[in-house]
């Protein structure tokens, strides 16, 4: 990996970090759970309409980065206040 996207990839992480520190409520990190629920929902939609298997096969990758985007933040911002995030 090159210097300049290492540093763009733990800048972006430092920022969500950053981010869901001061959520205190859970109400940033509930909305981008949200967010990539909502994208992978709409994602699996061009899965059923795709014919060329290159095609399926990086809109399954898509679907499963939104899913594990989900578990990452509501793990960090766990992680981060020590408690469940509320419903």
């Known amino acids: 990996m090159n210097d300049s996207l290492e540093q763009t990839i733990f800048g972006d992480l430092a920022n ?5 520190t001061e ?3 859970g109400e940033r ?6 967010y ?3 994208v992978a929902k709409e ?13 399926r096969q990086l809109v399954s990758q898509l679907i499963e980065a939104f ?12 992680s981060l206040h020590g408690s469940a995030l509320p419903a």
């Open 29 to 34: 990190a509930r909305a981008m759970i949200g």
């Open 16 to 20: 969500l970090e950053q981010a869901l």
């Open 43 to 55: 994602s699996s939609s061009m899965l059923q309409t795709s014919q060329v298997g290159a095609e």
């Open 67 to 78: 899913y594990a985007s989900q578990r990452v933040i509501q793990k960090v911002w766990e």
């Open 36 to 38: 990539f629920g909502e």
């Open 23 to 25: 959520d205190l409520s």
